[in-house]
């Protein structure tokens, strides 16, 4: 009896969890449904937020990977790090000519999304824009 509970319980918590999107359009194993994500917009080009956003990642951990979709419209970037032992994926898109919007999420180990984290790089973008 235990042991069919204990099979039960497995099966709904594997049927809770999956992969799901990252903003760098990726895929990543993920346990909980909140808030991953931090979007942030800067009156800057996107080669601007996108050398401000690989030098705090540089600065707080470790790049990954960095990818370049060929098949969007809009100017995208998008990149893969690690920070604090944070899988790290950030994208950066033109939203108009003037405007960039970068979208920081960061999740932990067992796929539970760190909101702080991803909090704490967006600032450190918008900083590293204003020097």
């Not at 903003?23 to 990543?28: C, H, L, N, Q, R």
């Not at 080669?47 to 956003?53: E, H, K, L, N």
């Not at 760190?114 to 204003?130: P, R, S, T």
Request: charged share 20%.
């Amino acid at each position: 009896m235990k042991m069919n509970f204990l099979a039960i319980l497995a099966a709904v918590a594997v049927i809770a969890t999956g992969c799901v999107h990252t903003v760098s359009d990726t895929t990543a194993f993920r346990s909980n449904w909140s808030k991953d994500t931090i979007v942030g917009r800067y009156n800057r080009s996107v080669d601007q937020v996108y050398q401000a956003s690989v030098n705090v990642i540089q600065q707080n951990g470790v790049m990954i990977r960095e990818f370049i979709p060929h098949n969007s419209t809009n100017i995208i970037r998008s990149l893969q790090g690690k920070v604090n032992q944070r899988d790290v994926y950030i994208s950066v898109e033109s939203v108009d000519p003037k405007i960039t919007q970068v979208s920081v999420q960061a999740l932990g180990s067992w796929g539970n999304a760190d909101i702080d984290v991803a909090h704490e790089l967006e600032k450190e973008i918008a900083l590293q824009l204003a020097r």
